[in-house]
């Protein structure tokens, strides 16, 4: 399906999501606890990195006050807030950028991520739908890295990441179906030199997709293409949490220090195998030990027979 298809077959007539996204999102609440409650805190960042993070954010001020009328000073102040952990703040200036700038599919983009790293889901999903019809039909172009890898490249492009991202947050409000034709879509639009970093994040969410509707045996294909060896610059805890699904990498493997991707990998697995005791454990751990939570998890917890609605 081509990029316009996939957004013409999105629910029609959803709202354009700044009517809806309030203009404080802090005083809405959306930045105070996870979804099983206990309190979303701002990462306790070590000198050095409080100490950049923060000349980043005041650099990316300066610019908006110097050029408020241009669309990038509101997104970069936006993203180098949102790298400080600081959701609320970021979605604020994405939200006022999209008063002046209502037709920014990048900012739609941004907002739509960050929404859905404070689980609002919904929200997030109607921007990144219409961030879709905003560049139906536009050249695709790569998205500006903030914070760059270690080789320097930059790897994805706006419409890749904005199907991505809506297939990945389909994740939590149970619509499958559309989770997996949204990676397969987004995987053809990646650049060729980019495809071995972004096989192992699209294959550990298609499988999570098709576990989820019962089709183990599609799932299983799908992370089988995954090889055991991949040349990555990013990507690599995501290639381990697919070595988990495929059964290359067991709990017994697993180190101390391991990331919450894999650990949720393993948690999943649990919970396909029916050790519903130990995939809830391990998904509250998940969720405990991290001072942003981790949504994936928390949705499990919460909601681990969800179906889409919407």
């Known amino acids: 399906m081509t ?3 996939l957004a013409a077959s999105l629910f029609a007539g959803a709202a354009l999501a700044q009517d809806v996204v309030p203009a404080d999102a802090e005083a809405a609440g959306f930045c105070r606890e996870t979804l099983i409650g206990t309190p979303l805190r701002t990462p306790d960042w070590n000198v050095q990195t409080a100490r950049r993070l923060n000349e980043d954010i005041a650099m990316a001020r300066s610019a908006l006050d110097i050029a408020p009328d241009r669309e990038e000073s509101y997104f970069w102040l936006g993203r180098r807030l949102g790298y400080a952990g600081r959701y609320c703040d970021a979605i604020n200036v994405f939200t006022r950028g999209l008063t002046r700038f209502p037709g920014s599919y990048r900012l739609l983009r941004y ?4 929404l859905a790293r404070v689980r609002q889901f919904d929200l997030a999903l109607s921007d990144y739908e219409r961030a879709m019809e905003l560049m139906r039909g536009e050249p695709d172009s790569f998205e500006p890295d903030g914070l760059p890898n270690a ?3 930059t790897l994805g492009t706006y419409k890749s990441n904005i199907i991505y991202y809506h297939a990945q947050t389909s994740f939590a409000v149970g619509d499958f179906a559309r989770m997996a034709e949204g990676m397969a879509q987004a995987f053809t ?5 980019a495809r071995d970093d972004m096989l192992p994040p699209t294959a550990f969410w298609t499988y999570l997709a098709y576990r989820k509707m019962g089709e183990d045996e599609r799932a299983k294909r799908a992370v089988a293409e995954v090889p055991a ?3 990555l610059t990013e990507n690599q805890d995501y290639h381990r ?3 988990v699904m495929q059964g290359r990498i067991t709990a017994e493997d697993l180190t101390e220090s391991e990331g919450s991707l894999v650990r949720f990998a393993l948690a999943m697995e649990h919970r ?3 050790r519903e005791d130990d995939a809830r ?4 751990a998940i969720v405990d030990e991290s001072p942003q939570g981790f949504w994936p998890a928390e949705v499990e917890l919460t909601a681990p027979d969800r179906a889409a609605q919407r």
């Not at 907002?111 to 960050?114: A, D, F, M, Q």
């Not at 639009?189 to 030199?193: I, M, N, S, T």
């Open 111 to 114: 907002r739509g991520r960050h």
């Open 281 to 284: 454990r391990m998904l509250r």
């Open 3 to 5: 990029l316009a298809g």
């Open 229 to 231: 060896d991949l040349n």
């Open 151 to 153: 080789r320097g490249l």
């Open 272 to 274: 396909f195998a029916g």
């Open 241 to 243: 949490a697919v070595k």
């Open 189 to 193: 639009l990646v650049p060729d030199f």
